[in-house]
């Protein structure tokens, strides 16, 4: 069994591209959930969602998020009468919010939905959100205090962060899954998702970080900056905003003292040395996904 420390969308195809190469029921994703919040009464969970539609096949290509074959007819409507339409919520995804917002009023827990929504989808990896409890990501910028959305979409991440909050994490228990999911794999995956805003708020659950530590020699960390830019989000900008070089480099810092061994881009051979010197195990090989055949051998890369 292995463990995938995961954000939204790097995450979701490193996932898929690990599916090919073993059994899914072989694999539990430890998910984000700082990127969760409520709009219109309704509980949106963005990196559990792009996670199972992507493995069940559904996700948007063309948007990065939502569902493929999405229509917008609600969203119109809500525009037309004066409502909150910049988060755009597709006519079919509105189904998965309905059903989560549902199930938790009944008293479910985030996790028993995760899965329900995954078994529906016909999705055997193991989705766990990290925690139960509310967890939310907050950007302290040049403009005042933003929710991870309002920063995200609303303003394009188009402002200047002082600092990054993850509120009610010091307060939040990971689940119990979690913690044996983490205890218990063959080997940790780190996702090449944004290390600041999806792994962070992972790693800022309390006793999240210590068992990753005392596992370092098999936790492996694939770098989501490739040639000092992030194939997609404001990775590389937070980088830099917070004070850390915007390379590979630089993500390992973040993670100091976390990962046995780095998988960094062909791009990027050349911070392998600096990254040794840091005390890791590198190896090289192409990182981008786009590609069926790469995301193979990323995998492979990933699992040997
Ligand atoms: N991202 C956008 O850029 N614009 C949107 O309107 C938007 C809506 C949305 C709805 C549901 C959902 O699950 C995700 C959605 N996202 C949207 C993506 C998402 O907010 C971010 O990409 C992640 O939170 C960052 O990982």
Request: charged share 25%; with cysteine; net charge negative.
């Amino acid at each position: 069994m292995i463990t995938v420390l995961s954000g939204g969308v790097g995450a979701a195809r490193l996932l898929r591209a690990l599916s090919d190469v073993i059994a899914p029921s072989q694999i539990t994703a430890v998910v984000n959930v700082g990127d969760d919040m409520v709009l219109h009464g309704l509980s949106i969970c963005p990196d559990l969602d792009t996670i199972t539609y992507t493995l069940a096949g559904l996700n948007n290509d063309e948007l990065g998020w939502g569902l493929t074959g999405e229509t917008w007819r609600v969203m119109n409507e809500l525009e037309a009468l004066g409502g909150e339409a910049w988060f755009r919520l597709g006519d079919r995804d509105l189904a998965t919010h309905l059903y989560r917002t549902q199930r938790l009023a009944d008293g479910a827990t985030k996790t028993a939905v995760a899965l329900e929504l995954a078994l529906r989808h016909g999705v055997a990896v193991r989705l766990l959100p990290v925690t139960n409890d509310t967890v939310t990501t907050e950007f302290v910028t040049a403009e005042g205090r933003l929710s991870f959305q309002e920063y995200f979409v609303r303003r394009h991440h188009d402002v200047v962060v002082r600092s990054i909050e993850f509120v009610g994490a010091e307060r939040a228990s990971a689940t119990p899954e979690v913690l044996d999911a983490l205890r218990e794999a063959s080997r940790i995956v780190i996702a090449p998702s944004n290390p600041l805003i999806s792994i962070d708020p992972i790693l800022q659950i309390p006793g999240v970080r210590e068992i990753v530590r005392t596992r370092r020699d098999d936790v492996v960390a694939v770098s989501p900056l490739i040639g000092g830019e992030a194939l997609k989000g404001p990775a590389a900008r937070l980088l830099g905003e917070l004070g850390f070089e915007v390379s590979a480099v630089g993500v390992v810092d973040v993670y100091q003292g976390l990962v046995g061994t780095w998988i960094i881009d062909e791009a990027d051979a050349e911070l392998a040395e600096r990254i040794r010197h840091r005390g890791a195990r590198v190896e090289i090989t192409t990182t981008v996904m786009a590609e069926a055949d790469n995301a193979r051998r990323l995998a492979t890369v990933v699992l040997s």
